[in-house]
């Protein structure tokens, strides 16, 4: 068990449908960060937060919106999805963002989706 | 812009064999690098980070080696099992700038089989 549990662990959702991947670390750590892996592509860096603050927006569409109400908990807000939006969606987090702070990154199992 | 190539893209052995899987990143300027496995459909698990200024980790059957100046990194797997069946994958942190951002390469699907 890494410590970063997200729920749910599948997800389908229709196009017009709104829905949130939740994302909670036990680890007492500063930053997270929402990745996206699609099928045949390397992992893409969506989102990072630190200490709730957001500090990376990696040219991510408005469809998908985070929310970091606290150091713990990261939310991926879902609406008006494209199927090529499917993918395995991965939260991670790490003891912070500074040099010598941000150690290794932990990663959740993930969430499928699939978007019809 | 860095980018992580991992070679082979699939890989099978028979069990017991020892086997080595490639990563190549084109900028140098990196804080470290890491290897990760990962089951289908499931999270990353961090199995090697090696610092810049190292050449080697190691931790159990698994050796892991980084030569910074060509731009290589190697993961030795030393008599495979069933259960190391998993995608390895390979991602740098960079030395300057957001430090934070890692750099992915697409993993080296690897099965053994009994």
């Known amino acids: 068990e890494t410590g970063v549990t997200q729920t749910p662990r599948h997800l389908v959702m229709g196009m017009t449908n709104k829905k949130s991947l939740k994302c909670e670390q036990h680890?007492?750590?500063?930053?997270m960060y929402w990745y996206k892996q699609s099928a045949k592509k390397p992992l893409e860096l969506m989102f990072v937060?630190?200490?709730?603050?957001?500090?990376e927006n990696n040219s991510v569409p408005s469809r998908f919106s985070p929310e970091c109400p606290n150091s713990s908990h990261l939310f991926l807000h879902l609406h008006t999805l494209q199927p090529e939006d499917s993918a395995l969606y991965l939260c991670?987090?790490?003891?912070?963002?500074?040099?010598?702070?941000?150690?290794?990154?932990?990663f959740g199992p993930g969430t499928r989706l699939t978007v019809l | 812009k860095q980018e992580v190539t991992q070679i082979p893209a699939a890989l099978s052995v028979p069990e017991g064999e020892n086997l080595v899987l490639n990563c190549s990143f084109t900028?140098?300027?990196?804080?470290?690098l890491q290897w990760f496995r990962q089951d289908p459909g499931k999270g990353l698990t961090s199995l090697l980070l090696?610092?810049?200024?190292?050449r080697e980790q190691t931790s159990g059957r698994l050796n892991a080696s980084l030569d910074k100046s060509s731009g290589r990194s190697t993961l030795y797997i030393a008599a495979s099992q069933p259960g190391d069946s998993a995608t390895y994958l390979c991602a740098v942190r960079p030395s300057g700038g957001s430090n934070y951002k890692l750099t992915f390469g697409k993993g080296t699907l690897l099965t053994v089989n009994p």
């Open positions: 937060y630190s200490l709730e603050e957001r500090v």
């Open positions: 680890l007492g750590h500063n930053a």
């Open positions: 900028d140098s300027a990196i804080y470290n």
């Open positions: 090696i610092q810049s200024s190292q």
């Open positions: 991670a987090s790490s003891p912070g963002l500074g040099r010598a702070a941000v150690g290794e990154q932990f």
